[in-house]
């Protein structure tokens, strides 16, 4: 939980001092990066957090469907 609030901190100090209009480096350039920087390391966290919810649901698994699940079929009239 300390990352995500981590993250939040420094994506507002990042927002609230970069000036995007400015000549200067650090406020034109270094702050918004480093505020987009936080903004996607955020989204993977919470995609990847979703993600790891859903393993445990029992339907989730390695397989694409039922058909590849339930493994070989001994039914062989196909009339």
Do not use: T
Request: glycine share 8%.
């Amino acid at each position: 939980m300390r990352r995500p609030i981590l993250l939040l901190i420094i994506m507002a100090i990042a927002f609230s001092q970069s000036e995007i209009m400015s000549p200067d480096i650090i406020k034109g350039v270094m702050f918004p990066l480093l505020f987009s920087a936080a903004l996607l390391i955020l989204l993977i966290w919470l995609i990847r957090r979703s993600h790891s919810n859903r393993r445990g649901d029992g339907r989730s698994g390695d397989c694409g469907g039922d058909f590849y699940s339930s493994g070989k079929s001994n039914d062989r009239d196909w009339d």
